[in-house]
């Protein structure tokens, strides 16, 4: 297995990236080559445009965590940061004071944001950012393309009776504690992939959808005209593993977002959300993995056309990110109909 491709966001996506770096080398992936190529297709419809700086929070998620810059803490941001120019920005009233930029992550802004108004693509600029940090991986954005997430709320004093919001004002301002009433992709339908994501899709041994959100985050990057059809028509097998355990999403706000959607929160309905492969329609996956603790739902999801496993799903270490994605390619590999 020479080409891996990973469509993933942030906190979630990052954390399985380690893992299974850390898997292949400890060589508990035997069947995974040294030399594999690891792409990690990530989404941009987080992005936003603050103090007119462009800021991608999950693909400098994904780079700080592999390059060993991110706040263990926070799961977000530099480590050992400052927040001299945050608080000076209070000092003026200058919105928006609820998203903080801190000193050092705030130079990844800069250079980002002087690359693009120079005519460079998110996709170069993203490699540039990279060879700073050598995640290890091959960082693609999902699209060069502006693509932003917003959410539908409740709002008494609005005509329509609600108002819409951008994703991290829903997320950070308001903490996911607002029910989503809906989520509004702004410019998705008319974006393209970014360079290699088509060709990362269909050139791989193995996909996976690792545990991130299901909607705004694999959601959005299968939303891009042409992946979702790359990922149906890949020789590769599609495995995902499921963000829902026990009932509810371990971090984040999966469970917000289904609920807005209309889908179940549960392990076994996410993955008939995503769909199988087999025959015609819109399914991606071949295999699916489930927590320990969901195996009730394995049967439903068979039925579905998806294979199915129960495994223990909590990224508590890097050994046991690893063991799940050597669960995820024997689930696979093995080729066990549902």
């Keep these: 297995m020479k080409n891996i491709t990973v469509l993933c966001g942030g906190m979630g996506g990052a954390r399985f990236l380690q893992g299974l770096r850390h898997g292949i080398a400890s060589g508990s992936l035997p069947a995974i080559d040294d030399g594999v190529t690891i792409t990690a297709i990530t989404n941009t419809a987080d992005d936003l445009w603050m103090h007119g700086l462009k800021i991608c929070p999950d693909l400098d998620t994904v780079m700080y965590t592999l390059g060993d810059g991110i706040d263990p803490g926070r799961g977000w941001g530099r480590r050992e940061e400052t927040w001299s120019i945050k608080e000076e920005l209070v000092e003026y009233g200058v919105e928006s004071t609820w998203f903080g930029l801190g000193d050092r992550d705030l130079a990844t802004h800069l250079v980002r944001t002087q690359m693009l108004d120079a005519g460079y693509p998110l996709s170069e600029v993203t490699s540039a950012l990279c060879r700073r940090w050598q995640p290890g991986v091959r960082l693609v954005p999902m699209s060069d393309d502006r693509i932003e997430t917003h959410v539908a709320i409740a709002d008494d004093e609005a005509p329509s009776g609600r108002r819409v919001v951008h994703f991290q004002e829903y997320w950070v301002r308001l903490r996911a504690e607002v029910p989503a009433e809906a989520v509004v992709v702004v410019g998705l339908d008319e974006a393209t992939p970014a360079p290699g994501v088509i060709e990362a899709i269909t050139d791989a041994d193995l996909v996976i959808l690792p545990p991130s959100n299901p909607v705004v985050s694999i959601g959005t990057i299968l939303g891009v005209p042409g992946v979702r059809e790359a990922v149906r028509g890949t020789s590769a097998p599609v495995v995902g593993l499921s963000p829902i355990v026990g009932g509810t999403h371990v971090r ?87």
């Design 252 to 338: 984040g706000m999966a469970h917000q977002m289904l609920t807005s959607i209309g889908v179940e929160v549960s392990a076994g309905a996410v993955g008939r959300h995503y769909g199988s492969r087999q025959g015609s329609g819109t399914g991606v996956l071949d295999g699916w993995l489930v927590d320990a603790s969901d195996a009730d739902q394995v049967a439903a999801v068979r039925e579905a056309g998806i294979a199915c496993e129960a495994v223990p799903l909590m990224m508590t270490d890097h050994d046991a990110t690893a063991a799940m994605v050597a669960a995820a390619i024997a689930l696979v590999g093995e080729g066990r109909s549902a």
